[in-house]
């Protein structure tokens, strides 16, 4: 793909030859030249296609750059997907099509076992080098950059930064959400007064995994971050936040800073209620916190035309930012789950399965937690959500430290070398378990290993946990519904492996649907931006988007054996349970 800025530069070469005799030759030179880019970019797009859009293979930074199916005076909107191992921009068109786009992977921080951190001014300078590339190859496609109308935003969640509300300047790293440096802390708060009943407001259970308790660890531990909340200049956001502030110029953007959130990444901190859809005092002083020494962002519709501002530098100057959406929501929305009792599993770095509950929170008894799933117009739509730590994470697991694939891809066929998983079950608990569990005493264990256990069964027990977990959370699911899914919607970097999928259709014994374009995150954000400045206006409009092309995998596995395997997973999680 890299080939056709070469062939440009090439060409630049070429025409700055003086010499007269030489001219022809190289106008013949030239023509040819552009003859063999026509071409190439003809099987760019057409590979692309096939292959589904933009960044399937998911991995590398790269670039994508799809040929367009339509007329060069339509409307695009931008979206920004930060996610927990990449950021991307992705331009659509009002289709639904990646129409160029850029993603870069960013540096991983991991101080100590079970710390993770991310740099917040590298999050930011990824996100502007994506979009100020993505809009370069947009441009070079003969559009407009006027015609990108909005940008959405979509981001990791609970991932907690703080800075300072003078200087914009951040006191910490991120703390990712998959960090468990907290734990002693959260053990503690679960034996405070009113803890069983955070729950019930917020939609969350006490866990390392809310932004929380990574705030409270940094007051304890941080003396810049001590020191700004006794002053009263400590601001603390999730990534979404954080990106607005910065990509809106800090604190030169409007008012002194645009410091918003809304409600599907402000529900994830534990400090909004639910119903209300505003920060909960009660929520706030169960933590110990004065309210008047924290700067929260406000919490604005998922949707807005004015609230987030626009983008203060870079290629993009000028455009309004008017959707914004946590990942997981942005995947449901960009599945078209608007609907109660439609569901999508997004097989990430962690593995989050929504599932459409209509107006009305549920709260969960089996293990799930209850979030928005969006706010776009005021009547705020609510998910229960199946949350598993360690998805796509487990598959970097195996390429960066063990080395047993040298790319994320690989993992299918290495799987595929084997029949079955040998006997082993790979517990991924790296941050203990999620849902349905919520056990985090728990570490990574690899269990059932023999002389006969060789790479292929580890990458396919690997592949495995996820697909066990999402059993798990479907069973309990069913028990919070009422309901069985007849069918699941998934997406996600992870979601590219069949064999991954198709072993998820024999757990759970549901056809599993893979749409042809799997950058379903990015699309949610388009959509909720676009929406906002009339891009789309109504559902009804979205129905046809993305959907041809898609692939089904039925279950295959008699019944009795996916019980089996299941079973055995689960006496997996007992034995290594309580291990910390
Ligand atoms: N072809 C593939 N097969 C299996 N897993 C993959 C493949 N490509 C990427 N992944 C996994 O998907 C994850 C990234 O997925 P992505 O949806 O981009 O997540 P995030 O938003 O968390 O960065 C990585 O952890 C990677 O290991
Ligand atoms: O990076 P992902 O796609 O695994 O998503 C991270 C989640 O938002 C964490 O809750």
Redesign the pocket.
């Known amino acids: 793909m890299d080939s056709i800025p070469v062939k440009a530069a090439a060409v630049n070469q070429v025409e700055s030859t003086d010499s007269a005799p030489a001219n022809q030759q190289v106008l013949d030179l030239l023509q040819s030249i552009q003859q063999n880019q026509q071409r190439l970019e003809q099987r760019l797009g057409e590979l692309e296609r096939n292959q589904g859009g933009a960044s399937q293979?998911?991995?590398a930074t790269a670039h994508h750059d799809t040929l367009p199916s339509t007329a060069h005076d339509e409307t695009f909107v931008g979206a920004i997907?930060q996610?927990?191992?990449?950021s991307r921009f992705l331009i659509f068109n009002k289709e639904g099509e990646p129409v160029a786009s850029h993603q870069i992977e960013f540096k991983q921080i991991y101080p100590h076992p079970g710390w993770h951190e991310h740099d917040p001014e590298e999050i930011i300078t990824s996100v502007q080098l994506c979009m100020d590339e993505a809009v370069k190859l947009f441009k070079r496609r003969g559009y407009s950059r006027d015609s990108i109308k909005a940008v959405g935003i979509t981001n990791?969640r609970e991932t907690t930064v703080v800075w300072d509300k003078n200087t914009g300047e951040p006191l910490y790293n991120a703390i990712v959400w998959t960090d468990t440096r907290s734990s002693a802390l959260v053990r503690e708060l679960k034996t405070r007064s009113g803890a069983d009943k955070l729950q019930d407001k917020c939609g969350l259970p006490l866990s390392t995994y809310p932004s929380v308790s990574k705030l409270l660890w940094m007051l304890e531990n941080v003396d810049k971050v001590k020191q700004a909340y006794e002053n009263g200049t400590l601001a603390f956001g999730t990534i979404d936040a954080w990106l607005v502030y910065k990509l809106n110029g800090g604190p030169q953007g409007r008012d002194g800073g645009v410091f918003v959130s809304e409600p599907t990444n402000a529900s994830r901190t534990m400090f909004m209620n639910l119903e209300t859809l505003d920060y909960d005092n009660s929520l706030i002083d169960f933590f110990g916190l004065k309210r008047d020494n924290i700067r929260l962002p406000n919490i604005i519709r998922s949707s807005d035309a004015e609230a987030y501002g626009s983008i203060a530098s870079g290629s993009l100057t000028g455009v309004s930012i008017t959707g914004c959406l946590g990942?997981q929501s942005a995947a449901l929305v960009g599945q078209k789950g608007f609907t109660p009792g439609l569901a999508k599993n997004t097989?990430?770095?962690g593995c989050f399965l929504l599932y459409n509950v209509g107006e009305k929170p549920v709260i969960s008894k089996h293990g799930l937690l209850a979030t928005v799933a969006f706010n776009f117009d005021g009547t705020p739509i609510y998910a229960l959500e199946g949350s598993i730590a360690v998805a796509?994470?487990g598959?970097?697991f195996l390429q960066n430290n063990l080395g047993l694939i040298s790319s994320?891809?690989e993992?299918?066929d290495l799987a595929a070398s084997v029949e079955d998983n040998g006997g082993c079950v790979f517990v991924t608990a790296f941050s203990g378990l999620f849902a349905p569990y919520w056990i985090d005493d728990v570490r990574g264990t690899i269990l059932g290993i023999t002389q006969y256990t060789q790479k292929g069964h580890v990458a396919r027990a690997t592949l495995e946990a996820t697909c066990f977990q999402t059993k798990a959370i479907l069973n309990a699911m069913e028990k919070d519904s009422g309901k069985a899914l007849t069918e699941l919607a998934v997406d996600?970097?992870?979601s590219?492996?069949d064999l991954?999928m198709q072993t998820q259709s024999d757990l759970i014994g549901i056809p599993v649907i893979r749409p042809k374009m799997r950058e379903t995150?990015a699309l949610g954000a388009a959509i909720a931006a676009g929406f906002a400045v009339g891009v789309w206006k109504s559902f009804d409009e979205l129905k046809e988007l993305n959907r041809v092309g898609g692939t089904t995998f039925e279950p295959k596995m008699p019944a009795e054996k996916s019980a089996e395997m299941f079973e055995r997973w689960e006496k997996a999680v007992k034995t290594c349970s309580g291990f910390v």
């Open positions: 293979s998911g991995d997907d996610g927990t191992t990449s990791q990942d097989y990430g770095t796509g994470q598959i970097k994320s891809a993992i299918n996600g970097g992870m590219n492996s991954c995150t």
